[in-house]
């Protein structure tokens, strides 16, 4: 893209009024503070750690992380 092309749309992102960037501010701490509702989360009952729903395994009466269960199953996912 040429200089003359880009030079216009820089000054127009610098010369944005407050207001204009506190409201993408607002927007994005926003979504930050909702995404962490979006995963259901577990703790792994061989090692303690917390595993995203999706990415745990039944393993008998046991949910465990994919390490684990591939650690103590042999079975590679
Ligand atoms: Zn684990």
Known sequence: MPAEVVDPLVQKVM???DD???TVS????????????SFSSLV???CGEMV???YAR???EKKVCIPCY???T???E
Do not use: Q, R
């Open 15 to 17: 010369g944005a009024p």
């Open 20 to 22: 204009m960037l506190l």
């Open 70 to 72: 591939e650690g103590l």
């Open 26 to 37: 607002d927007v994005f701490k926003y979504e930050l503070k909702h995404t962490p509702h």
């Open 58 to 60: 039944i393993l008998g």
């Open 74 to 76: 042999g079975a590679k």
């Open 52 to 54: 995203v729903e999706g």
């Open 44 to 46: 792994c009952d061989n």
